[in-house]
T-cell receptor, first 115, second 113 residues
């Protein structure tokens, strides 16, 4: 079974530029998550989708970050414009269902460096 | 909001030694997950504990959940260089936050051959 796919793996941009990340979850997984992991910290949830609807985006900086999951499969996370503090690894995860105990499986992540 | 504290923050051991990593929650645990991460890469799921007193093992890694103490421990027996990496515990916040995982800051494990 194929795992969670993410691209690109690495991205370097100048501050104030825009960037987009793509995620393809495990086939059949209804729930998709985007996490931000700053160096030396644990991942922090940015947004959670159930199929193509947003369940939780309380920690998403909506003035610059946006995310969509069209057709309930692939998802795109965008930052516009980027700031220096956005340098982090952006992780996508998916789970089969929407429950307290469903396991989340993570992709390899996209390492973003903002100069 | 729920917070998870891991200890130690980093650990250096000689190959063959046993070690334990702890994860303590500030709130009730509805499910406790252990993941391993290689530097700059994604998280690899190790195991999930749900019930108080539950213990699970996979190869040389054993995890336990003490519901009363709101704490979990991860024990590695006879460590190997392949065990090196960052170990993260994650917990479900429960309530209306289904699926939302809060993570500890991670424990960096180095195993010297």
């Amino acid at each position: 079974e194929a795992g969670v796919a993410q691209s690109p793996r690495y991205k370097i941009i100048e501050k104030r530029q825009s960037v987009a990340f793509w995620c393809n979850p495990i086939s059949g997984h209804a729930t998709l998550y985007w996490y931000q992991q700053i160096l030396g910290q644990g991942p922090k949830l940015l947004i959670q989708f159930q199929n193509n609807g947003v369940v939780d985006d309380s920690q998403l900086p909506k003035d610059r970050f946006s995310a969509e999951r069209l057709k309930g499969v692939d998802s795109t996370l965008k930052i516009q414009p980027a700031k220096l503090e956005d340098s982090a690894v952006y992780l996508c995860a998916s789970s089969l269902e929407f429950s307290l105990t469903d396991t989340q499986y993570f992709g390899p992540g996209t390492r973003l460096t903002v100069l | 909001s729920q917070e998870l504290e891991q200890s130690p923050q980093s650990l250096i051991v000689q190959e063959g030694k046993n070690l334990t990593i702890n994860c303590t929650s500030s709130k009730t645990l509805y499910g406790l997950y252990w993941y391993k991460q290689k530097y700059g890469e994604g998280l690899i799921f190790l195991m999930m504990l749900q019930k108080g007193g539950e213990e699970k093992s996979h190869e040389k890694i054993t995890a336990k959940l003490d519901e009363k103490k709101q704490q979990s421990s991860l024990h590695i027996t006879a460590s190997q260089p392949s065990h090196a990496g960052i170990y993260l515990c994650g917990a479900n916040a429960g309530g209306t936050s289904y699926g939302k995982l809060t993570f500890g800051q991670g424990t960096i494990l180095t195993v010297h051959p």
